[in-house]
T-cell receptor, first 108, second 115 residues
Framework: AQRVTQPEKLLSVFKGAPVELKCNYS??????LFWYVQYSRQRLQLLLR??SRESIKGFTADLNKGETSFHLKKPFAQEEDSAMYYC??????????FGTGTRLKVLA | GAGVSQSPSNKVTEKGKDVELRCDPI?????LYWYRQSLGQGLEFLIY????????KSGLPSDRFSAERTGGSVSTLTIQRTQQEDSAVYLC?????????????FGEGSWLTVV
């Protein structure tokens, strides 16, 4: 079955500390993976896509097919990074499957 | 429009009443999705439209839930005889070409509270 797992509901880190939000997936094909972010009182929006191999707002994510993971990382957290983060998988034709989300709190 | 637009943004309804939630996708986007967002459950897929047809409505939780789309644009999600467990944020998303590495764009959601 296709599934996205985010094991942490809440992650609290201090400003300037490294951040890693975990995402594991289950998919038999070749997945396309995304991270979406929802800041307070804003709509859910794309943060980054696996295919783009880009760094957005200092965040990066590497697809590890052996471990079926797509963890989101940032070396130095900022207070403005506090938000809800969702990992998502595109199953190919049209379906987007989301994880349960991780709330990141960056403490001053 | 500039983005996906949803209305109402907030709705409080009494248990047993029917509610309609509206989504106006980005102009030209043929694919439209409804998701439900609730605490601890993440984003739960409800239904997918391609044009006016719904090839996948597998996520609708019960027959009290229905959705339609007209003119390849606006979509309405209807919940009949609402129950307290229906309380959640209902999100609409759209995209021009679904699947693969293509992004879907979300509205701000309709926050439904059933009392």
């Amino acid at each position: 079955a296709q599934r996205v797992t985010q094991p942490e509901k809440l992650l609290s880190v201090f400003k300037g500390a490294p951040v890693e939000l975990k995402c594991n997936y289950s998919y038999s094909g070749s997945p396309e993976l995304f991270w979406y972010v929802q800041y307070s009182r804003q709509r859910l929006q794309l943060l980054l896509r696996h295919i783009s191999r880009e760094s957005i707002k200092g965040f990066t994510a590497d697809l590890n097919k052996g471990e079926t993971s797509f963890h989101l990382k940032k070396p130095f957290a900022q207070e403005e990074d506090s938000a809800m983060y969702y990992c998502a998988l595109s199953s190919g034709t049209y379906k987007y499957i989301f994880g349960t989300g991780t709330r990141l709190k960056v403490l001053a | 429009g500039a983005g996906v637009s949803q209305s109402p943004s907030n709705k409080v309804t009494e248990k047993g009443k029917d509610v309609e939630l509206r989504c106006d996708p980005i102009s030209g986007h043929t694919a439209l999705y409804w998701y439900r967002q609730s605490l601890g459950q993440g984003l739960e897929f409800l239904i997918y439209f391609q044009g006016n047809s719904a090839p996948d409505k597998s996520g609708l939780p019960s027959d009290r839930f229905s959705a339609e789309r007209t003119g390849g644009s606006v979509s309405t999600l209807t919940i009949q005889r609402t129950q307290q467990e229906d309380s959640a944020v209902y999100l609409c998303a759209s995209t021009f070409t679904p699947g693969g590495a293509n992004t879907i764009y979300f509205g701000e959601g309709s926050w439904l509270t059933v009392v």
